[in-house]
T-cell receptor, first 114, second 109 residues
Framework: EPEVTQTPSHQVTQMGQEVILRCVPISNHLYFYWYRQILGQKVEFLVSFYNNEISEKSEIFDDQFSVERPDGSNFTLKIRSTKLEDSAMYFCASSVQGSTGELFFGEGSRLTVL | GQQVMQIPQYQHVQEGEDFTTYCNSSTTLSNIQWYKQRPGGHPVFLIQ?????EVKKQKRLTFQFGEAKKNSSLHITATQTTDVGTYFC?????????FGAGTRLTVKP
């Protein structure tokens, strides 16, 4: 069964460092998302991406964050200068349809900022 | 912006008891989805509701979408230990989907 894959599964970084989280969405999906979940808390929307551009972003997704799809398969989330409060599980998701499709989530990348 | 509230935050039940979680949105939704996240896992899609007043069933799970398309509920009949996890509603409005805070269900055998 096709699945969304994410790397790395766990990354530990120093505050102020740049981090890139990678995702390979399901191949025929057109809509891509990043969510984050601080330990034990809700799943928070960060950004949605369609047709090589951001379609929606939340208030969390500030100038420190960026996304891109560099090669038609990978979908990356970059955090430019990490802060302690960026420590969370980051989930990538993809869907076939944007407005009605179910989201398929990856296993997540756990980011720990020291 | 759109907000989705979900209650209760936690629910602990004896195996065999029923369980219900409720979602309310601050805005009218185009659809609502429900996800289950097992401890240490990722959210997994359960169902989507689109129509006003819609009711869908999956075995012991019953999902409802309110007439105004601003609230929804998930009811589990006769819980089992395999039902443990966090249940999230996710409401779609415009281009983004916002998750509720989730209800963490624990089931005592």
């Amino acid at each position: 069964e096709p699945e969304v894959t994410q790397t790395p599964s766990h990354q530990v970084t120093q505050m102020g460092q740049e981090v890139i989280l990678r995702c390979v969405p399901i191949s025929n999906h057109l809509y891509f998302y990043w969510y984050r979940q601080i330990l034990g808390q809700k799943v928070e929307f960060l950004v949605s991406f369609y047709n090589n551009e951001i379609s929606e972003k939340s208030e969390i997704f500030d100038d420190q964050f960026s996304v891109e799809r560099p090669d038609g398969s990978n979908f990356t989330l970059k955090i430019r200068s990490t802060k302690l409060e960026d420590s969370a599980m980051y989930f990538c998701a993809s869907s076939v349809q944007g407005s009605t499709g179910e989201l398929f989530f990856g296993e997540g990348s756990r980011l720990t900022v020291l | 912006g759109q907000q989705v509230m979900q209650i209760p935050q936690y629910q602990h039940v004896q195996e065999g008891e029923d369980f219900t979680t409720y979602c309310n949105s601050s805005t009218t939704l185009s659809n609502i989805q429900w996800y289950k996240q097992r401890p240490g896992g990722h959210p997994v899609f359960l169902i989507q509701l689109v129509k006003s007043g819609e009711v869908k069933k999956q075995k012991r799970l019953t999902f409802q979408f309110g007439e105004a398309k601003k609230n929804s509920s998930l009811h589990i009949t006769a819980t089992q230990t395999t039902d443990v996890g966090t249940y999230f509603c996710a409401g779609r409005s415009d281009n983004d989907m916002r998750f509720g805070a989730g209800t963490r269900l624990t089931v005592k055998p």
